[in-house]
């Protein structure tokens, strides 16, 4: 655990900045959860790390669970935030849909998008009460994404043969194995060639243009 000297410590003297308390104490979980592989860490152990009280802890969560679920919500919104920006800013929904895998494969071989990635995917959290909801929530958004880039691709020509609300989990389904795939490789391996084949097997199932068979 990283020592935290007491020059260091937020004051909680004078009303506090919320913000920035709050994210104090998720960056401590996230520091404590990565450095026990996801093994389990008490939330004294959090507030020792971060340099606050209980109080300020009781201040932006109900319980441990619902820092656990808290720091899951905001990764995955800045995720989907980035992705659906990228999205609009692609010439087509072709264009679109491969910056959308290749990013998520891409965080996979990023080294802290890769730690948080695997605090979020630890038994600590997945045992949080509330986690399935949350990563539920979290699949819908990305579905809700990828069926407006193919619905888009229906009507730019790109994406001729998509089916936007049943392909959309597929395709999710199918980046979410290449991730694992990432997963499993040494932090910064070439994510090259398992971005290819994913991109490849959406591009043949979608019709991509320019794809035939």
């Keep these: 655990m990283a020592t935290v000297h007491r020059a260091d410590r937020p ?10 308390e709050r994210d104090v104490i998720v960056e401590a979980a996230y520091r404590l959860l990565t450095a ?11 507030l020792a790390e971060a340099g606050m009280s209980t109080r300020a802890f009781y201040r932006h969560f109900d319980s441990k669970d619902a820092l656990l679920l ?34 998520i494969l891409h965080f996979a071989a990023d080294p802290r998008r890769r730690s948080r990635a695997l605090v979020i995917a630890s038994d600590e959290v997945r045992r949080a009460k509330g986690y399935r909801a ?4 979290y699949e819908a958004g990305q579905d809700a994404a990828l069926a407006e880039i193919l619905r888009r691709g229906l009507g730019d020509g790109s994406l001729p043969r998509a089916r936007p609300e049943t392909d959309a989990p597929l ?12 997963m499993a490789r040494p932090v ?22 320019g794809i035939s068979g």
């Design 70 to 103: 808290a720091m899951f919500r905001t990764d995955s919104e800045r995720v989907l935030r980035e992705l659906r920006a990228a999205a609009e800013r692609a010439v087509t929904a072709h264009e679109a849909l491969h910056g959308w895998i290749r990013s």
């Design 188 to 209: 910064g391996a070439d994510v090259g060639p398992v971005a290819d084949g994913v991109l490849s097997f959406v591009d043949r199932a979608l019709g991509a243009h």
């Design 171 to 182: 395709v999710r389904a199918a980046f979410t194995e290449g991730f694992g795939l990432v």
């Design 134 to 137: 949350e990563q539920a929530r």
């Design 36 to 46: 026990s592989a996801g093994a389990s860490v008490p939330i004294t152990a959090v």
């Design 11 to 20: 004051q909680e003297s004078g009303p506090p900045d919320r913000g920035a």
